[in-house]
């Protein structure tokens, strides 16, 4: 079975569904595996084969997503400007998955280190022995 590529990216394996997946959750930390390969599918959808969109093709509610995805470093904006017949500039807006950091976000493994647990029984050993027979309203 053939292996499509991204168009222009024939040296790169494609951004999959589960790849944009991993970025998205990496990226994220409020959001679950499953929600992030929801998202994923969705923005593929979009782009195909492609890795760029023309804007215009794009409800207020996906624009605002893709916003966020921009300021998560996974896609990002470009604008190109043309001069019509009748001398007017018109500008066209696209998105643009940022295949690279796409793929760094997909394989960062973020360690947590646990701290442990603090002994609260050393916080009470510091205390003068005044404030164990002292009243409330004494303070």
Do not use: C, K
């Amino acid at each position: 079975m053939p292996v499509i590529t991204m168009v222009g990216r024939e040296e790169e394996s494609p951004i999959t569904i589960d790849l944009l997946a991993r970025s998205i959750a990496n990226s994220m930390r409020e959001i679950s595996l499953e929600e992030a390969h929801q998202l994923a599918e969705h923005i593929l959808n979009f782009f195909g084969y492609g890795d760029r969109i023309i804007d215009n093709i794009l409800e207020q509610d996906d624009r605002n997503l893709f916003y966020l995805l921009e300021d998560l470093g996974l896609i990002y904006s470009e604008r190109e400007e043309t001069t019509l017949h009748d001398g007017r500039e018109w500008r066209i807006h696209y998105w643009v998955m940022n295949t690279e950091r796409i793929r760094e976000a997909a394989e960062r493994v973020e360690v947590v280190e646990e701290e442990e647990p603090e002994d609260t029984a050393e916080i009470y050993e510091e205390l003068p022995e005044e404030i164990w027979y002292s009243r409330p309203e004494e303070f």
